[in-house]
Each structure stands twice: as structure tokens, then as C-alpha cells.
């Protein structure tokens, strides 16, 4: 029912910036959260950001905290994902992940890989 597809991902240097996108179809984003998470080489998934669909209230880990800033596009929906000042410790495979609004997330891409070197 829905579809969620990532893209932005990339190999870049220490202090870089990417912008990811996640593209979602196949429902109505009405009472929805839309979160971005992140699964390292040997470390557990980790949650990146969040954003409620109507209010637009963000939440971040505080290891993202003032680096990465997550939007949405409400015509195209569309979320976004801004990180700057990269670091190496970011390089994970991030996955984007939908639903209802304190239920849990139940939507997840297939994920896009960033890489950071020093």
C-alpha cells in the first residue's frame, strides 16, 4: 500500500553536505510520522530524525543535532533529509520510514548508502 524510496546517497569527504529524499506513494500522509534511521557496519539501527506529517514538529538525535535538518514537500510527498558537516562516523545505510503517529513505524524504503571518508 505504501511505497517509500530513497535517494541523495553518495560517497563524500569529511565536512560535506548531501541532501537526501524520500518519495512516498500510495496513501493519504494525514496523522502520519515520517522518520529517517541509519544502520552502521556492526552497530544497531539507529534513529536519525522525525517529522509529524500536519505539524511539522522535528525531533533529532542529539548525535545529528544542529547538522542535519529534516523537511517535507507536503505537493510532491516528499521528505527530506539535509546533513552538513559529515563525518565519517555518519556512514550507514539510511532508511526511510513512515507511520501512523505514535503507533510505530511500519513503512520502511530499501534504503540509500551515504559513505564518508576523511
Known amino acids: 500500500q505504501v511505497q517509500l524510496v530513497e535517494s541523495g546517497g553518495g560517497l563524500v569527504q569529511a565536512g560535506d553536505s548531501l541532501r537526501l529524499s524520500c518519495a512516498a506513494s500510495g496513501r493519504t500522509f494525514s496523522s502520519y510520522t515520517m522518520g529517517w534511521f541509519r544502520h552502521a557496519p556492526g552497530k544497531d539501527r539507529e534513529f536519525v530524525a522525525s517529522i509529524n506529517w500536519n505539524y511539522e514538529r522535528t525531533y533529532y538525535a542529539d548525535s545529528v543535532k544542529g547538522r542535519f535538518t529534516i523537511s517535507r514537500d507536503n505537493a510532491k510527498n516528499t521528505v527530506f533529509l539535509q546533513m552538513n558537516s559529515l563525518k565519517p562516523e555518519d556512514t550507514a545505510i539510511y532508511y526511510c520510514?513512515?507511520?501512523?503517529?505514535?503507533?510505530?513505524?511500519?513503512?520502511w524504503g530499501q534504503g540509500t548508502q551515504v559513505t564518508v571518508s576523511s
Open positions: 520510514a513512515t507511520g501512523v503517529q505514535g503507533k510505530g513505524y511500519t513503512y
